[in-house]
């Protein structure tokens, strides 16, 4: 709730101001889900799907990205879970290799 607050924020303008309301945001970066225990899964999904319905409009559909620094193979488990139901709702997912495997079940291209 306090996410989607602060991009309801993005839009309130002063209406003393003579200063054009701000363009709409052609992009939202979330980052560090796997960090944030109650940002994840179904929350996940339901906080970007928000985001984006609040964020888009007819001409204009906002680009979800998820930056995942730091997602390590300690847990495969728990990492997916943390995320693949959010997948439907992201558009640019920025991970490395490794992280990529930890994901997909692939053994770290680190371990001997």
Partial sequence: DEMLQQVDQYFVTDSMSSNPPPPPPRAFLFGYPHLMPKMQGDALKTMLGNVRDKLSSDENKVLIAVDLNGVDGSDTAVAKAALIPALSEIDVLHL???????????SSSTAS
């Fill in 96 to 106: 490395n290799e490794d992280e990529a495997m930890v994901l997909s079940s692939s």
